[in-house]
T-cell receptor, first 112, second 113 residues
Framework: GESVGLHLPTLSVQEGDNSIINCAYSNSASDYFIWYKQESGKGPQFIIDIRSNMDKRQGQRVTVLLNKTVKHLSLQIAATQPGDSAVYFCAENGPGFQKLVFGTGTRLLVSP | EPEVTQTPSHQVTQMGQEVILRCVPISNHLYFYWYRQILGQKVEFLVSFYNNEISEKSEIFDDQFSVERPDGSNFTLKIRSTKLEDSAMYFC???????????FGPGTRLTVL
């Protein structure tokens, strides 16, 4: 599952820093959002999800924020570790639709 | 932990040949999906399948593509006559219900020569 792209936005952080990855989604009717992590050669791996009736959801070391007014989603990773290095995709799902629509992805590079 | 599996991990074929990509979704899931990812691009939806029929498909999923659930465990994607532009990673996914988390397999890299 290579998602290496010449034009992929990249976020470089130091180990232990907090990381914030942003995503603008396209469909104002979307009501379900997911963040996926994709490591080189692997499929997308679920990190956290949020429904449109919430604006914040927390997991282990991760927090997702949803701003429906501006159609913006963010993923916060606390105390980033080298193992967090990957490409992160947001995905949206609209009511009545089964497909996920993926964003373009952000590469996170964590330096020890 | 249950996971989606896919075979083969890499498939090389000649243009015009038929390929079948195979997936075993998570056993209690009811919705099955195929996505593809061309190198350097984002993941794109191809088709969803529920209750033994296609429930949604994208414009990419034309007459050259078909899906099947031949038995209780496998879910296949067939490309009848491959084109160079079909070269991509193909991901199978499954979910318990629509509007829920979709679990992805590791992908099959298809290379069309």
């Amino acid at each position: 599952g290579e998602s290496v792209g010449l034009h992929l936005p990249t976020l470089s952080v130091q180990e232990g820093d907090n990381s914030i990855i942003n995503c603008a989604y396209s469909n104002s009717a979307s009501d379900y959002f997911i963040w996926y992590k994709q490591e080189s050669g692997k499929g997308p791996q679920f990190i956290i999800d949020i429904r449109s009736n919430m604006d914040k959801r927390q997991g282990q070391r991760v927090t997702v924020l949803l701003n429906k007014t501006v159609k913006h989603l963010s993923l916060q990773i606390a105390a980033t570790q080298p193992g967090d290095s990957a490409v992160y995709f947001c995905a949206e799902n609209g009511p009545g639709f089964q497909k996920l629509v993926f964003g373009t992805g952000t590469r996170l590079l964590v330096s020890p | 932990e249950p996971e989606v599996t896919q075979t083969p991990s890499h498939q090389v074929t000649q243009m015009g040949q038929e390929v079948i990509l195979r997936c075993v979704p998570i056993s209690n899931h009811l919705y099955f999906y195929w996505y593809r990812q061309i190198l350097g691009q984002k993941v794109e939806f191809l088709v969803s399948f529920y209750n033994n029929e296609i429930s949604e498909k994208s414009e990419i999923f034309d007459d050259q593509f078909s899906v099947e659930r031949p038995d209780g465990s496998n879910f296949t994607l067939k490309i009848r006559s491959t084109k160079l532009e079909d070269s991509a990673m193909y991901f199978c996914a499954s979910s318990v219900m629509t509007g829920n988390e979709q679990f992805f397999g590791p992908g099959t890299r298809l290379t069309v020569l």
